[in-house]
């Protein structure tokens, strides 16, 4: 009816677990549709359809942004994603619980290098309607974060062993070639920069 623009926060888990690396926006994915993360998957891949054929049909001022794995101050200290996890058990001196081996990677982006880009993005001309990768490319397995953390922490947590949950991806990259080109936007912050940050929050969180 007002002719909104309309932001459609997609997911890096489209791309299921990935069988081309780093992932760009054209690659299809490898989802399980019966697997116990397909109804988060397939939603937001079912989400993209209905964005699309809305924009086909009715012209609509869509936006996809396809959301790689993000951290940073005001995330919940139990909502399961492993920074906060992590981070919460290092400065309670409790176990760090990787799953599986820890060789599976991610590429975490600090959100405000991930706010900055939905800004763009909603600026952007109206012919782009996406999907376009947003993350940070670095690339890091679970063990190194697991490390790292419980140093940066100064902590006395032992590492523990868990299972790997299923379908869990292998690795996790975005490819961020069109957000560089079609935004001008790449992330600024690294990783170690923001893990300074989402310590000192959550120190005062758990204090
Ligand atoms: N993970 C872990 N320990 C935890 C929480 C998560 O080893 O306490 C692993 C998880 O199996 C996955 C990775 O860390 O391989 C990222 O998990 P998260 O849930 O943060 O994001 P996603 O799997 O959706 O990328």
Same mark, same amino acid.
């Given at each position: 009816k007002y002719k909104a623009k309309i932001l459609q926060a997609s997911t890096?888990? !489209?791309?299921?677990?990935?069988? $081309?690396?780093? *992932?760009? $926006?054209?690659y299809w994915g490898n989802v399980?549709? !019966?697997?116990?993360r397909a109804c988060y998957d397939e939603g937001k891949r079912c989400a993209e359809t209905l964005f699309h054929d809305y924009y086909r049909k009715h012209g609509l001022g869509i936006k996809i942004a396809r959301i790689f794995n993000t951290y940073g101050?005001?995330?919940? *200290?139990?909502?399961?994603r492993v920074i906060s996890n992590f981070i919460v058990q290092a400065l309670k001196n409790e176990p760090v619980t990787v799953y599986g081996d820890g060789s599976q990677t991610r590429s975490f982006c600090y959100v405000s290098d991930m706010i900055e880009s939905f800004i763009k993005l909603m600026d952007s001309d109206e012919s782009f309607p996406g999907p376009v990768n947003l993350g940070n490319p670095d690339e890091t397995s679970i063990l190194e974060i697991a490390q790292k953390i419980i140093q940066m922490t100064g902590s006395n947590s032992k590492i523990i062993f868990k299972n790997l949950p299923s379908d869990d991806p292998v690795h996790r990259k975005p490819d961020i070639t069109l957000a560089k080109k079609v935004l001008d936007w790449e992330p600024e912050v690294e990783l170690e920069q923001g893990l300074v940050r989402t310590i000192e929050y959550f120190k005062k969180m758990i204090s």
């Open positions: 890096s888990e !489209i791309y299921g677990n990935p069988l $081309e690396h780093p *992932q760009k $926006e054209n399980n549709s !019966i697997g116990p101050e005001r995330m919940a *200290q139990n909502d399961g």
